[in-house]
Structures are given as structure tokens and as C-alpha cells.
């Protein structure tokens, strides 16, 4: 009997165990709208780009988090975002960070959006702004076709005096 | 016996048009001059290449083809269809060197989804597309919104009777003013006045929710153009979801609202009448439709258990419905949201009101609600014929901007214009069938594309197969210009093979 109890038990025990691996390895986005029922309510990990503005909204703040193919909205703790130094826009890209969180398919607090609240946040790989160099081929063919440009209006200036006359 | 057009008609098609191409040309002077002030050198050389490009065709066709006389009918229709062709292709140019779309193809569904102010994209890493790029997005749907050819109505044609005919040819048969430069104008102002006030207030709540003053007032013009012009585009990849506010869903609400009324009625606003908002067809049509619509959303998602709370279950219906509804397309849940947790009486909820759209004369698209009005009036008035002794006499009236007698002429044309959509939202579908999409959702994003809405539950995406892409494109165009001027141009082109 005490056999079969401890059986059950290691079963729950390896069970919760695997739920628990399974949620602590970073989730896709696509995988969370996809499956938002499996894992409302639920504890998830979760890694993106911070893109765009961190909104501070007194004691917490919401960062945009895209992973390549969605972004996701997390509300945090502003002083947990101290290490977040760059966001993703044109021209930089933003810190790779890692948050844990209870993810919510439709958030009663913030009107119903798919969101997750975070409690920890992990910087995986720092941002850093991206050098604009100059494209010389672009900058190429501005200059062909401003010559063609100049030379389409050359001739109709050229072509009205005759006519006129 | 068919005629063939003669040399003078492709010469005046091809004079205006090379002026229409100019004007859109030289509207690309606005993102250069807004690359050089942010810094951003590479998109400048982008819009200096569609810029260049657009002047020498537009320079060589006004040379080639010139012509002092004025645009007849067939021309003129001709002239707008095509206007809208060649704008995607010349707006698409700038977007395509960005690097951010896989082809110029997609890049081109783009340009036609922001001149037809439909709002689906197939962009590419959009959270860092340029600030440029992203101004272009949304300035070509508040070009789009007015009409393309209202642009070169407004700056470059001085008076000519063929106006009116490209103005007719965009799907705006109304005048507001009696002159058609004059109402073009007004439309500008109206437009230009609530830029400035949409943007204010969208600035404004940007600073409040945390964002970078800069970036606040940016986006508010973004969002602002999207929204007044019933577009859809957004510059964050989240759309309106990325604020994660209700101020600003308020606001966009309101400018969606605004987007979708007649430029008459803001005309009859303005003048004081503001009885005319409580009388008009259109505005009374279009509140109805909304509680129905709103109605059977709430009630499938009530019973399905959607959503926690009312309030909740209110906020992203309503929001939903509205942006469906006035065609802009803005979206507070993502894509796979609709078909993953929606039932489908909710989506079939949400397809009825991007189908009916908004005004005539409005930045909308889709059947638009004038016209359901008067085909609801005109089975009104035969109901009555049925019920009522056969020697009384049924006369049925309605009011848009002036008490106006119902006829057959103007049952029939509603009726026809009507069945043109039901027959394009449908046809749409089945190609989304072909490609194994099921039915619901094909006709979902087909009426999206048709009517101009620009929601999405995910078909489009930049994977989808070419022909699709096509498709939609094709509907954004026919949908926007509300089929005549298309009609026009397929006629053209058989009287050029087999006419005499």
C-alpha cells in the first residue's frame, strides 16, 4: 500500500517536475497566442529584444519584448530594469533579456490584453547601436538619375523656345 | 461596334497621368527633408531614387504625350485607375530599398495597402524599420485617404471640367463645395485641422504613458494619419497593443469614428449644423450597425467566456468592431487571437462590419453605409406597398444632408454596388481556399483586403504564395475605387484589342 502511495507520488512529483522544465526553457511567442489557454494563468519563461520604449508607469513599467516573430507586452517592476540600457529601433539593437514571469491570455488588470508579469528579468546579451555607413551604390544611382533627370529637363527646356518660334 | 481609342485619347491619358506621377513625386520631398532632419542618410538615398524615378516618367510622359485638351469621361476614369497602379509601383521603391520587404512585390502590396488606406503589411522587422520608411508608411494612407487624385486636384490642376471626372473616378461622387478644387480644399483643411489636433492629443498621452517625447509625437502623427485616414498601419509591429493604454484606444477610437463620417457632414459640423449628425442617414445607419454588430460580437463571446470581466469583454470587442467597422484595421489582440479564441459567431460578427464600412465620401471603403441605408429604406417602402391598401401611395424619403426622395435609380445603383463587393469579399475567398486556407478565415482576410480594413487572422504574412498576394491586391484597388474607374480601364483595354 505504502508502495503504491510513494509510486503515485514520484509519478505527480516527475510530472510537475516536467511542467516545471518545460516552462522554465524560454517559450516562442507564437507558441504562447498559440496555446494562451494552456499557459494562462501560468508561470513561463519568456526571451526577446527589448524594442521600442520602456513605458514607466510609476512603481512598474511595460517593455515590448519581440522574439523575431511577435512582440509580447511585459509589466515589470521599474527598478528591476536598471540593467536595460538599450531598446531595439532603427539603427540599435536592443538588450536580449530573459524574464520569468505568470502569463496572462487576457489580463483583467490591463484590459484584457495578452501580457505577462514579470519577476525577474535576466539580460542575455547587451544591445548596442549599429554604425549607418553610407550605402555607395544607392548613393551611385542618385547620381545617374539625377543626370537623367537634368537631361529630360534640359530638352524640354530646349524643345518649348523651337516650338515657340 | 466597339471603337478603338484613337491617338488623343492615350495622349491626354497619358499627359494627365504623367502629372498625377509628378504630384506623386514630389510628395516624397516630405520623408527626404524628415531623413536629413533625424540623421538617417540611407532612407534619404532611397526617397531621392523614387523621387528621381518619378520625375523623368512623369517629366518624359507630360513631354511625350502633351495635350491642351480636357479629359472626357472614359478618360478620366482611365486616368484614376491607373494613377493607383502607378502609385504602388512608385511608392513602393522607397520601401523595397529599405531592405525590410522580400520582394518588390510585397513591397508593392504595401504601397497599395497604404494608398488604399487597407492596412494589411508584409513587412519585415518592423520595430526597426526607419523613422523615414515609417512616415512614408503612413503619409502615403493620409495621401491615399483623401485620393491620390485629390493631391494633384488640390496643388497642381488649376480648374478644368476633366477634374471633376477624376474626382468621380476616386469613388467620391459628392461635391461639398460647388466647385470640385474648392471641395477638394476643404477636404485638405478638414483633414489638416484634425492632423494637428489628433496628433496633439496622441503626443500627449504618448509623454503621459512613458514614452520619449520625440518618439510620443512621432507615433501620434503615424497613428493619427492611420487612424483619420481609416488605414490601419502602425509604426510598432504590436499595432495599438505596443501602448498598452486605454487613453489611447479612447483616442484612436474617436479618430476612427471621425475617419469614417462623411466630408460633408464634417462640412454641415463645421458650418453648426450639428442636428445633421443625429438626422443624416449615414450616421444613424452606421450606429445601428454597430450595436447589432457589437451585439452578436458580445454575445458569442459572452457565452464562449472569452473574456473574464464585461468590462474587459467591452474593451476589446468594441475596439475590434470599431476598427473593422470604419475599415481602419488597428488591432489591441494579435492575429492568431481571432481564430484561436474568437468563436466563430464572433468572427462572422466582425466580417459583417468590415463588409458594410463606413461614409461615402469618408476615407473608408467597403459597401459603405449610405448605401445599406437606402436598400434598408427601399424594403421598408416595399413592406409598406404590401401592407398597405393598393390605392395608397408609398413614398419613402430619407435625410443626407437634405431630405432626399427615394427612387429606383438609387435603389439599383446601391443594389449593384453591393452585390460588386458581396461578389468580390467572395471571390477572394475562394482563392484563400485554393491555398488551403480554411473558408472562414479566407473570407475573413479577403473582406479585410476588399473593403479596405486591413485586420488580419494571420494569412497574410510575407509567405504567403504570389497569386494571393496579387489578389488581395487587386481587391484593395478595385475596393477602394469602388469598381467604375476599373470597370472603365477593362473596357479600355478590350477596345484597344478589339475595337475598330
Known amino acids: 500500500m505504502i508502495d503504491k502511495h510513494c509510486k503515485f507520488l514520484l509519478a505527480v512529483c516527475l510530472f ?38 520602456i513605458m514607466f508607469r510609476g512603481e512598474y513599467a511595460w517593455i515590448n519584448m519581440s522574439d523575431g516573430k511577435n512582440a509580447l507586452g511585459v509589466w515589470i517592476k ?42 525577474s528579468i535576466k539580460l542575455i546579451v547587451a544591445g548596442k547601436k549599429l554604425r549607418q555607413e553610407l550605402n555607395k551604390q544607392k548613393r551611385d544611382i542618385v547620381f545617374i538619375l539625377l543626370g537623367v533627370l537634368c537631361l529630360v529637363s534640359i530638352l524640354r527646356l530646349i524643345k518649348r523656345p523651337l516650338k515657340a518660334k | 461596334m466597339i471603337l478603338r481609342p484613337r491617338l488623343e485619347d492615350i495622349r491626354s491619358i497619358g499627359y494627365y497621368l504623367g502629372k498625377i506621377i509628378i504630384a506623386i513625386g514630389l510628395t516624397m520631398l516630405l520623408p527626404i527633408a524628415f531623413a536629413i532632419f533625424v540623421g538617417e542618410i540611407n532612407p534619404a538615398l532611397d526617397f531621392l531614387i523614387g523621387i528621381e524615378i518619378s520625375l523623368i516618367i512623369g517629366l518624359v510622359l507630360t513631354k511625350v504625350c502633351f495635350t491642351e485638351r480636357d479629359l472626357n469621361w472614359m478618360q478620366g476614369m482611365v486616368v484614376v485607375s491607373l494613377s493607383w497602379l502607378v502609385a504602388a509601383a512608385l511608392g513602393a ?24 488606406t487597407t492596412g494589411l503589411s508584409l513587412v519585415g522587422d518592423l520595430d526597426h524599420l526607419s523613422l523615414t520608411h515609417n512616415l512614408w508608411r503612413h503619409l502615403i494612407m493620409f495621401i491615399g485617404g483623401q485620393g491620390i487624385v485629390i493631391v494633384a486636384l488640390s496643388f497642381f490642376v488649376r480648374g478644368m471640367s476633366g477634374a471633376f471626372k477624376m474626382y468621380v473616378g476616386e469613388a467620391r461622387e459628392e461635391r461639398i463645395l460647388p466647385n470640385v478644387i474648392h471641395t477638394a480644399r476643404f477636404i485638405w483643411l478638414v483633414s489638416f485641422v484634425y492632423l494637428a489636433l489628433g496628433t496633439l492629443a496622441l503626443g500627449i498621452t504618448g509623454i ?25 498601419f502602425a509604426p510598432q509591429s504590436q499595432s495599438i497593443l505596443y501602448y498598452h493604454s486605454f487613453a489611447f484606444e479612447i483616442i ?97 460578427g466582425t466580417i459583417c462590419a468590415m463588409g458594410m464600412g463606413g461614409a461615402v465620401c469618408s476615407t473608408t471603403g467597403a459597401i459603405k453605409t449610405l448605401r445599406i441605408g437606402i436598400i434598408a429604406k427601399a424594403f421598408i417602402e416595399d413592406v409598406k406597398r404590401v401592407i398597405l391598401p ?31 463587393y458581396l461578389i468580390i469579399y467572395v471571390l477572394g475567398a475562394c482563392v484563400g481556399l ?52 476599373i470597370f472603365t480601364l477593362i473596357g479600355f483595354f478590350v477596345a484597344f484589342v478589339k475595337g475598330r
Open chain 2, 208 to 232: 503621459f504613458i512613458g514614452m520619449k517625447p520625440f518618439n510620443a509625437f512621432f507615433q501620434g502623427l503615424c497613428i493619427f494619419m492611420a487612424a483619420f485616414d481609416t488605414g490601419g
Open chain 1, 16 to 53: 510537475f517536475a516536467w511542467r516545471g522544465i518545460s516552462f522554465a526553457q524560454p517559450l516562442s511567442s507564437e507558441e504562447l497566442i498559440k496555446k494562451a489557454r494552456t499557459y494562462d494563468n501560468k508561470p513561463v519563461v519568456y526571451a526577446g529584444e527589448v524594442i521600442g520604449d
Open chain 2, 434 to 485: 485554393l491555398f488551403g486556407h480554411p473558408f472562414l478565415n479566407s473570407l475573413f482576410e479577403s473582406t479585410s483586403a476588399a473593403a479596405n480594413v486591413g485586420l488580419s487572422c494571420g494569412i497574410t504574412n510575407p509567405q504567403m504564395p504570389a497569386l494571393l498576394k496579387a489578389t488581395y491586391m487587386l481587391q484593395m484597388w478595385a475596393g477602394r475605387l469602388e469598381f467604375m474607374s
Open chain 2, 93 to 116: 521603391i522607397p520601401l523595397y530599398l529599405s531592405g525590410h520587404w522580400l520582394s518588390y512585390l510585397d513591397a508593392c502590396f504595401d504601397a497599395m495597402s497604404g494608398f488604399a
Open chain 1, 78 to 119: 521599474s527598478g528591476l530594469l536598471a540593467g536595460i540600457t538599450q531598446t531595439g529601433a532603427y539603427g540599435s539593437r536592443g538588450d536580449w533579456v530573459e524574464v520569468s514571469g505568470v502569463f496572462h491570455r487576457a489580463c483583467p488588470e490591463h484590459g484584457g490584453d495578452l501580457d505577462i508579469h514579470a519577476g
Open chain 2, 390 to 420: 393598393e390605392k395608397a401611395i408609398v413614398v419613402q424619403k430619407y435625410h443626407h444632408v437634405k431630405d432626399i426622395f427615394l427612387d429606383d435609380k438609387q435603389v439599383r445603383s446601391a443594389l449593384l454596388i453591393t452585390l460588386a
Open chain 2, 252 to 348: 484612436t477610437v474617436i479618430l476612427m469614428v471621425l475617419g469614417a463620417l462623411n466630408f460633408k457632414l464634417h462640412y454641415c459640423l463645421w458650418m453648426g449644423r450639428r442636428r445633421e449628425i443625429f438626422d443624416n442617414i449615414e450616421s444613424r445607419t452606421l450606429f445601428v450597425s454597430i450595436l447589432v454588430v457589437f451585439s452578436i460580437v458580445a454575445g458569442s463571446l459572452s457565452h464562449y467566456g472569452i473574456y473574464p470581466q464585461a468590462l474587459v469583454l467591452f474593451r476589446k470587442g468594441f475596439y475590434q468592431i470599431i476598427s473593422g467597422h470604419t475599415g481602419t484595421g488597428f488591432q489591441t489582440m494579435y492575429p492568431g487571437q481571432f481564430f484561436g479564441e474568437w468563436g466563430h459567431l464572433a468572427l462572422i
